[in-house]
Each structure stands twice: as structure tokens, then as C-alpha cells.
């Protein structure tokens, strides 16, 4: 009988390139993942990974065994998630992982009233950006995941996913209180040609967004400073280094010395997706959680 924690360890494998990085992903050692996959060569006889350079790849053999595997580990996870829904019970492990933002301002905020609410239900958080949370969800190594979309730029959801919006936040252009902009009601992008921006590293979906928001001036953005966390764009800013685009979701208070000045002619805003394999549709302890996350109130909605 194939060992499913086994098969799972070796799928981690598949997706992270290497006994080490799939030990990280599962929380387990490399010795023990290691184990797992030698007792699951033992159990089917035929040899499942080879050496490459300092790395490892699938034989032809693992990689049948993943794609089948896959496919009976999902069938597995839907059955237990239609036992759950017949017996009404919100209960079990639910890995979830979650963007900084929507960590401190979404999801921080339920988690109590969900664990009062389902004494059963064990949730375990991480927090990961959107396009790794995805491949988390898509490869069984989270349950939920909550991920960001700003405008028309694209984060790509596998077929085999289920995406909800669950909120909507709003990014304001924060500048400090001497700052020439700081009185203005709302601020366009024709406005920012000639400021220096304190940004996401490039790559990142904000930064993208930053760059779009620029198309009708026929300019880019000016980068002065880079962060990857918003609290560091506050202090940069706070310091006078340049101004910053920040969502108003689990952000700090701005204080005296920061104003966000609200932008249109685009309106920075960005959809709140929580993401799922539709193998646990049915999953009471999903349901209640995307419930959960639907009815805290919309960020966006809250002033600048």
C-alpha cells in the first residue's frame, strides 16, 4: 500500500527542486522527508528521484507517481471534505497563508471568533507572498490562501483552484504634512510626474501596478528608494526621503506627520481572493473561514 504522507513528500519535492526546500515547506526535516520518500521507493520497488548537479529530479517512474498520486490525493481530500459537510462539522487542520497586509488587517482580526466560534477547527497561519501563496494552495501544501489583484494586472489561478473576492482595499498616495500635495482633496498621476516614489522591489504586483498608474503621463515613476514592507515606506516617507502608495488594509495609523492623499484617473484599488482546490469545495471548515473573511468589514470602505 503506497504511504499517501509519503507521496505528499515526494509531490514537495517535485515542487520546490530539492529534499531541503520541501522539508522547509512541510515543517519537516530533511532526513525525515528523505525517509518518507526511501519508504515509498521500498513500497513500489522502482527508483523515484535521481541526483542532478547538487539537486534532484523525478525519475519518469515519480513522475507518473506524482500525476496519479495527485489525482487520488484529491479525490481523497474531496471525500473528506463531503464527510465533514454531512456531519456538519467545522473541524480539522486548515493551513492558511496570507499577503503582510492581509495578515495584520484581515485575517488577524477573525481567527479569534473563528477558533470561539469552532473549538474543533485548528488553523495554522503563514504569511507568503500572493504568487508563492498560489503555488502553496495549488500544490496541497496550504488550504487557503489569500492573495492580492491591483487592476487589470493579472495573477494567474490554475484550473484546478477556486477564487473568491472577499474584499476590496484601496491604496491612498501618503506624503508627509509640509509635502506641496498634502492639502489636496485627490491627487492623478499627472500630479506625481516629478516626485520620488519610495516602491515594492520590481517584480512585485505593486510596483506593477505603480508602473500602470503611470501609462497616460507618458512617464514612469521616478524610484528613489525600494522596501518590501509598507511600515518601511511610512518611515521613509515620515523621513521626508519621498512619498508612497500604500492600501489602507492593515495599515499602521498614519500619525501627525503623514497625510494620504486619496488618487483616481486610475483609482489604486485592488481585489481581496481567497483561494482554494476545488477538491475542498464542500469543506465546512473553508466555508466558514471565506464567511469569515467576507463579512469583516470591506477596507476599502474605511476612510484614508
Do not use: N
Not at 66 to 87: N, W
Not at 244 to 264: I, T
Amino acid at each position: 500500500m503506497i504511504d499517501l504522507a509519503a507521496l505528499a513528500s515526494l509531490r514537495a519535492v517535485d515542487t520546490h527542486g530539492s529534499v531541503v526546500a520541501a522539508a522547509d515547506a512541510l515543517g519537516f526535516t530533511p532526513s525525515a522527508v528523505s525517509q518518507q520518500v526511501k519508504r515509498l521507493e521500498k513500497q513500489t520497488g522502482v527508483p523515484l528521484l535521481e541526483r542532478v548537479g547538487r539537486g534532484v529530479m523525478l525519475t519518469d517512474h515519480g513522475r507518473h507517481l506524482v500525476d496519479a498520486g495527485g489525482r487520488l490525493l484529491a479525490d481523497l481530500e474531496e471525500v473528506e471534505s463531503t464527510l465533514h459537510r454531512r456531519a456538519g462539522a467545522v473541524a480539522g487542520r486548515l493551513r492558511l497563508t496570507a499577503f503582510s497586509t492581509a495578515m495584520r488587517g484581515l485575517v488577524a482580526p477573525v481567527v479569534r471568533a473563528l477558533r470561539d466560534a469552532h473549538p474543533d477547527l485548528a488553523l495554522s497561519l503563514t504569511e507568503r507572498e500572493p504568487w508563492d501563496t498560489v503555488d502553496l494552495v495549488g500544490s496541497g501544501q496550504s488550504d487557503l490562501g489569500v492573495v492580492h489583484r491591483w487592476g487589470d494586472v493579472p495573477i494567474a489561478i490554475p484550473d484546478h483552484l477556486l477564487a473568491t473576492v472577499v474584499a476590496r482595499d484601496v491604496a491612498d498616495v501618503v506624503v508627509h504634512r509640509t509635502h506641496r500635495l498634502a492639502d489636496r482633496s485627490a491627487v492623478t498621476p499627472h500630479d506625481l510626474v516629478d516626485e520620488d516614489w519610495i516602491a515594492t522591489p520590481e517584480g512585485t504586483i505593486c510596483r506593477q501596478w505603480l508602473t500602470r498608474m503611470y501609462a497616460g503621463t507618458g512617464r514612469l515613476p521616478r524610484i528613489a528608494h525600494t522596501a518590501m514592507e509598507f511600515d518601511s515606506h511610512l518611515a521613509l516617507v515620515r523621513a521626508g526621503l519621498g512619498i508612497a502608495l500604500v492600501p489602507r488594509l492593515g495599515r499602521q495609523p498614519l500619525g501627525v506627520e503623514l497625510v494620504g492623499v486619496p488618487a483616481h484617473d486610475p483609482e489604486p484599488t485592488r481585489d481581496v481572493i481567497a483561494v482554494h482546490r476545488r477538491s475542498m469545495a464542500d469543506s465546512p471548515a473553508v466555508l466558514a473561514v471565506l464567511d469569515a473573511l467576507r463579512r469583516e468589514q470591506t477596507p476599502g470602505s474605511a476612510g484614508p
